[in-house]
C-alpha cells in the first residue's frame, strides 16, 4: 500500500483539538475516536468521509435482526451479518499494514486487526441495541455479549467465530502462557481500547524508523488522552531529536528530567545528558 499523505498542520490543530475534547467527554463516542485517529494518519479523510463511515456503520446495524435474542444470538447475527455476508476478518499479513488499525480503511477493505474488526462489531450492534463491549485479552482483543453471568465472546478476526471456554482460554494461554482469570473478561472502556489501538500503530511505526512521522502522532495523541504514562512524554522528545527538532526535543528532555529526579536523580541526569546531546546537534 502507498501510505496516505498527512493532514495539513491546520486540519491536523482542528483534529487534535476535536480528538482531546470527546475523549475528556463524559461518555467517549468510540467510533468518532477512532475516526478521528483515521484522519490524523490519512489527509485524504474529509469530513464528509468521517460521515459516511458512520452512516456505514448505522446502515449495517439496520441489516441485523430486530433484536434477535440472548446474547449468543446476536453473536450468531453478527458473524452471519460481518463475518459471512460482508466478508469482515483478518489474516496474518493485516498486522504489516498502517491501515488495519485505521477504521475507514477497515471499513472499506473489510480486513483489518483483531481490535478495530471488534470496534466494527461494537458498533454495529450497539447501533442495534446488543449488550456489547471489547475485551482485551492478552494478546488478542475479542467482543463480548451479555452480563458477565451469561457472556458470549466471538473473535471478529476470525469472522466472528462464536468462542468456547476452551477457545478464550487457549487464546490467552497461546499469548501468555498463563491461564485466564476472570478479570480478563471484563468490559474494555472505550478509551482502553483508543489506547490499546495507539499502542498498535507506535508498535508499526518502531519498526519501521523512517516512519517516525507516525510514532509522531501516535504518541501525541495519547498525550491527549486524559490519562497517560509520564514516559509518553520522554518519547515524544526522542522522537522530535531524531526527526532534527534538536531544540524542541532537547527542552522536553529537560522538561521530563525535572519530572524524573522527584524519584531517581540518577535517571534524571541521564536524561539532561541526552538533552545536552541533542543541543550540541545544533553547533
Given at each position: 500500500?502507498?501510505?496516505?499523505?498527512?493532514?495539513?498542520?491546520?486540519?491536523?490543530?482542528?483534529?487534535?483539538?476535536?480528538?482531546?475534547?470527546?475523549?475528556?467527554?463524559?461518555?467517549?463516542?468510540?467510533?468518532?475516536?477512532?475516526?478521528?485517529?483515521?484522519?490524523?494518519?490519512?489527509?485524504?479523510?474529509?469530513?464528509?468521509?468521517?460521515?459516511?463511515?458512520?452512516?456505514?456503520?448505522?446502515?449495517?446495524?439496520?441489516?441485523?435482526?430486530?433484536?434477535?435474542?440472548?446474547?449468543?444470538?446476536?453473536?450468531?447475527?453478527?458473524?452471519?451479518?460481518?463475518?459471512?455476508?460482508?466478508?469482515?476478518?483478518?489474516s496474518a499479513a493485516?498486522?504489516?499494514?498502517?491501515?488495519?488499525?485505521?477504521?475507514?480503511?477497515?471499513?472499506?477493505?473489510?480486513?483489518?486487526?483483531?481490535?478495530?474488526?471488534?470496534?466494527?462489531?461494537?458498533?454495529?450492534?450497539?447501533?442495534?441495541?446488543?449488550?456489547?463491549?471489547?475485551?482485551?485479552?492478552?494478546?488478542?482483543?475479542?467482543?463480548?455479549?451479555?452480563?458477565?453471568?451469561?457472556?458470549?465472546?466471538?473473535?471478529?478476526?476470525?469472522?466472528?467465530?462464536?468462542?468456547?471456554?476452551?477457545?478464550?482460554?487457549?487464546?490467552?494461554?497461546?499469548?501468555?502462557?498463563?491461564?485466564?482469570?476472570?478479570?480478563?473478561?471484563?468490559?474494555?472502556?472505550?478509551?482502553?481500547?483508543?489506547?490499546?489501538?495507539?499502542?498498535?500503530?507506535?508498535?508499526?511505526?518502531?519498526?519501521?524508523?523512517?516512519?517516525?512521522?507516525?510514532?509522531?502522532?501516535?504518541?501525541?495523541?495519547?498525550?491527549?488522552?486524559?490519562?497517560?504514562?509520564?514516559?509518553?512524554?520522554?518519547?515524544?522528545?526522542?522522537?522530535?531529536?531524531?526527526?532534527?527538532?534538536?531544540?524542541?526535543?532537547?527542552?522536553?528532555?529537560?522538561?521530563?528530567?525535572?519530572?524524573?529526579?522527584?524519584?531517581?536523580?540518577?535517571?534524571?541526569?541521564?536524561?539532561?545528558?541526552?538533552?545536552?546531546?541533542?543541543?550540541?546537534?545544533l553547533n
Amino acid at each position: 500500500m502507498r501510505l496516505p499523505h498527512p493532514p495539513s498542520p491546520e486540519r491536523s490543530a482542528e483534529l487534535r483539538e476535536r480528538f482531546a475534547e470527546e475523549a475528556r467527554s463524559e461518555r467517549p463516542d468510540l467510533a468518532a475516536l477512532c475516526l478521528l485517529l483515521g484522519a490524523q494518519a490519512d489527509g485524504g479523510l474529509d469530513e464528509a468521509g468521517i460521515d459516511a463511515a458512520q452512516i456505514e456503520l448505522d446502515e449495517l446495524a439496520g441489516r441485523l435482526p430486530f433484536r434477535p435474542g440472548g446474547p449468543r444470538s446476536w453473536a450468531v447475527a453478527l458473524r452471519e451479518l460481518l463475518g459471512e455476508r460482508c466478508g469482515f476478518r483478518g489474516s496474518a499479513a493485516d498486522y504489516q499494514r498502517l491501515e488495519s488499525s485505521l477504521l475507514h480503511e477497515v471499513l472499506r477493505r473489510r480486513r483489518g486487526l483483531p481490535i478495530l474488526l471488534s470496534v466494527v462489531w461494537m458498533e454495529v450492534a450497539r447501533r442495534a441495541g446488543a449488550h456489547v463491549y471489547g475485551v482485551a485479552l492478552p494478546g488478542h482483543f475479542v467482543v463480548g455479549f451479555g452480563a458477565a453471568e451469561e457472556q458470549v465472546l466471538a473473535d471478529p478476526f476470525e469472522g466472528g467465530r462464536v468462542l468456547t471456554g476452551s477457545d478464550a482460554e487457549l487464546l490467552v494461554v497461546g499469548a501468555t502462557g498463563a491461564s485466564l482469570e476472570p478479570s480478563m473478561l471484563a468490559p474494555a472502556d472505550p478509551l482502553d481500547v483508543v489506547v490499546r489501538i495507539l499502542n498498535n500503530v507506535r508498535a508499526w511505526a518502531a519498526a519501521r524508523p523512517e516512519r517516525s512521522d507516525v510514532a509522531l502522532w501516535g504518541v501525541e495523541l495519547s498525550l491527549l488522552l486524559p490519562s497517560h504514562p509520564a514516559r509518553l512524554r520522554y518519547e515524544r522528545a526522542q522522537l522530535l531529536v531524531q526527526r532534527g527538532d534538536f531544540l524542541t526535543g532537547a527542552s522536553e528532555l529537560e522538561a521530563y528530567a525535572e519530572v524524573v529526579g522527584a524519584v531517581d536523580e540518577g535517571a534524571a541526569e541521564r536524561v539532561r545528558k541526552q538533552a545536552r546531546s541533542a543541543r550540541a546537534m545544533l553547533n
